[in-house]
């Protein structure tokens, strides 16, 4: 077997890293975790709204009615470790809006917010300040819930 396929059934395997990769990584996820918790807080303050019922005829149009018709039955998946999520992923009509924190190379934070339209291409947004980002997220979320 070649160097290059070891290498990488060692990294798939998850026994590829030393430990100097392993507490860098752990790093990188606390920061992350640790700035997103505004969202995932805010995620679960309104995670008992109502949906709007147009939002969940066009989401589900045959089943709808047997859904959960709450905000977080709208959740797809938590970004990052289930105990220090840096982001998550929601269904919307015709596909989903992820909102995600992630370090640039520099350490600096971006946090990112990606509306993935079936058979279209990703629309990306990137934010600096995470008040900003904060704010499109309630945008966003006012946009699916009874208000």
């Given at each position: 077997m070649?160097?290059t396929?070891?290498?990488?059934?060692?990294?798939?395997?998850?026994?590829?890293?030393?430990?100097?990769?392993?507490?860098?990584?752990?790093?990188?996820?606390?920061?992350?975790?640790?700035?997103?918790?505004?969202?995932?807080?805010?995620?679960?303050?309104?995670?008992?709204?109502?949906?709007?019922?147009?939002?969940?005829?066009?989401?589900?149009?045959d089943?709808?009615?047997?859904?959960n018709?709450?905000?977080?039955?709208?959740?797809?998946?938590?970004i990052?470790?289930?105990?220090?999520?840096?982001?998550?992923?929601?269904a919307?009509?015709?596909?989903s809006?992820?909102?995600?924190?992630?370090?640039?190379?520099?350490?600096?934070?971006?946090?990112?917010?990606?509306?993935?339209?079936?058979s279209?291409?990703?629309a990306?947004?990137e934010?600096n300040?995470?008040?900003e980002?904060?704010e499109?997220?309630?945008?966003?979320i006012?946009?699916?819930?009874?208000?």
């Amino acid at each position: 077997m070649n160097q290059t396929l070891q290498r990488l059934r060692q990294i798939a395997q998850g026994t590829g890293l030393d430990e100097e990769d392993s507490a860098k990584r752990e790093q990188r996820q606390a920061k992350c975790a640790q700035l997103a918790q505004p969202l995932i807080q805010s995620f679960h303050d309104l995670g008992n709204e109502f949906v709007k019922v147009e939002v969940l005829k066009r989401l589900w149009p045959d089943d709808y009615e047997q859904r959960n018709d709450r905000l977080a039955g709208l959740l797809i998946a938590w970004i990052g470790p289930p105990t220090r999520p840096h982001g998550l992923r929601l269904a919307i009509p015709y596909g989903s809006l992820t909102f995600e924190v992630a370090l640039r190379q520099d350490g600096s934070p971006v946090f990112l917010c990606v509306r993935d339209i079936l058979s279209q291409r990703p629309a990306i947004m990137e934010f600096n300040d995470r008040k900003e980002w904060l704010e499109f997220f309630l945008k966003a979320i006012a946009d699916l819930v009874e208000i």
